[in-house]
């Protein structure tokens, strides 16, 4: 089956299944519009698909999650895998790297090594350029910036997961690796405890509000995962 549809505008999409549970299994791609005319300079193009992963049914999983279970062990990609290597780009050359999270459930921070990035386009639309190396991008959402490969040595771009779990980087030019800076693993315990100093009614049942019969600052201890030694493959 062949659609055709006048193109209306230009910018960084993306597509995918609303059919079952076939997103979850990866059945998404980009789709990258380029405009007729533009005032950015830049001299190529980069697509990076950032995404998350369990090699499980995701029937399972979504059984699993309708009982109560809310902990899995993700896996973090770009473009299909935790590193990606890029390095036909040349010393000097502006690329403009747009991204697109298709995870089912996980938002990033993006950070970049080298110089700091220059934002130009927020889901597909022109923003006023600004340098920016941290950025949360949700799910769905697309992010272009213009980065400049550093004439020696390659640049790291660092997709970490927002609860920290895990990472995926990618790699543009050749040489000595110019790192992205690391974000913080978040505290979940502490911002559970902010939350309800503030009288946030939020949570399993509010825990502040009916300490007796769920307390969650009690559970998440005695249940999280203690994944710091953990070897992922």
Request: net charge neutral; no cysteine; proline share 5%.
């Amino acid at each position: 089956q062949q659609y055709k549809f006048a193109l209306k505008q230009s910018g960084t999409y993306w597509y995918h299944s609303h059919t079952g549970l076939q997103e979850q299994r990866g059945v998404y791609g980009s789709i990258q519009i380029n405009p007729k005319k533009t005032d950015l300079e830049y001299d190529k193009d980069l697509v990076l698909v950032l995404s998350d992963w369990m090699d499980e049914n995701p029937k399972t999983q979504l059984r699993n999650l309708k009982r109560g279970n809310e902990w899995y062990l993700i896996k973090f990609f770009i473009n299909g895998g935790a590193e990606q290597n890029y390095p036909d780009f040349s010393p000097g050359e502006k690329v403009r790297v747009r991204f697109i999270n298709a995870a089912a459930a996980s938002y990033f921070w993006l950070t970049f090594g080298g110089e700091d990035p220059m934002l130009v386009s927020a889901d597909g639309l022109d923003v006023v350029p600004v340098k920016k190396n941290k950025t949360l991008i949700g799910v769905a959402e697309t992010y272009d910036f213009i980065v400049t490969i550093p004439e020696s040595g390659k640049l790291e771009i660092l997709a970490t997961s927002q609860d920290g779990s895990g990472q995926a980087s990618a790699y543009l030019g050749t040489g000595k690796i110019l790192n992205a800076p690391k974000v913080p693993k978040p505290d979940l315990i502490k911002q559970m405890q902010e939350m309800m100093s503030m009288d946030m009614k939020m949570g399993a049942p509010a825990a502040k509000f009916n300490p007796s019969k769920n307390d969650s600052i009690e559970k998440m201890k005695k249940y999280a995962m203690k994944m710091d030694g953990m070897q992922m493959d």
